[in-house]
């Protein structure tokens, strides 16, 4: 798979919560940090994504806002 996106950040999914419209994905991506990723439980469904699974997370955003 090819992809415009620069930022994919590998890892392992630790967790998969399931809501009704809505899957937050946890993935592991090393040294203790975890991303967490909202997609469609549809998407969650068609990738079959489950703990243990080797993905990427991958980023493409125009802006990254920084609050403190």
């Not at 992809?3 to 937050?24: E, W």
Request: overall charge positive; proline content about 3%.
């Amino acid at each position: 798979m090819k992809l415009s996106a620069r930022n994919a950040l590998p890892g392992k999914v630790v967790d998969v919560l399931r809501g009704p419209t809505t899957a937050k994905v946890k993935i592991d991506i090393g040294n203790g940090v975890i991303v967490t990723s909202s997609i469609t439980t549809e998407a969650a469904d068609d990738l079959a994504i489950k703990v243990g699974d080797a993905v990427s997370a991958i980023i493409k955003s125009s802006d990254v806002i920084i609050g403190k």
